[in-house]
């Protein structure tokens, strides 16, 4: 079982610039990917970015291209989610997860990944 927690939330103003961390921590797992989902008020959570964990692809989605980036650190098994020129509509909780089982899913669904954070609050004004 991995359990991951998030870090890096908070306040920006609009075209502002955050950093996201999702740590790892737990016995005897493997990852096969790690994503970002996001879920504004009143809204379904949604797909941010993946990356695939051996060959290191990113996927991301629309919304986001351009502005952010995700990356990760093989050693430390941790995730990140660099977030530039933020829009008031980026405001949400962003949850990390992670596949630890290789499930069947593409990476940008939700169905794919078992083990969830339990999210950090991103707040973007105009």
């Known amino acids: 079982q991995v359990q991951l927690v998030e870090s890096g939330g908070g306040s920006v103003q609009a075209g502002g610039s955050l950093r996201l961390s999702c740590a790892t921590s737990?016995?005897?797992?493997?990852?096969?990917?790690m994503g970002w989902f996001r879920q504004a008020p009143g809204k379904e959570r949604e797909f941010v970015a993946a990356v695939s964990w051996s060959a290191g692809g990113t996927y991301y989605a629309d919304s986001v291209k351009g502005r952010f980036t995700i990356s990760r650190d093989n050693a430390k098994i941790t995730v990140y989610l660099q977030m530039n020129s933020l829009k008031p509509e980026d405001t949400a909780v962003y949850y990390c997860a992670a596949d630890t089982r290789r499930q069947y899913g593409y990476y940008t669904e939700a169905r794919r990944y078992d083990s969830w954070g339990q999210g950090t609050q991103v707040t973007v004004s105009s």
């Open positions: 737990g016995r005897a797992f493997s990852i096969y990917a």
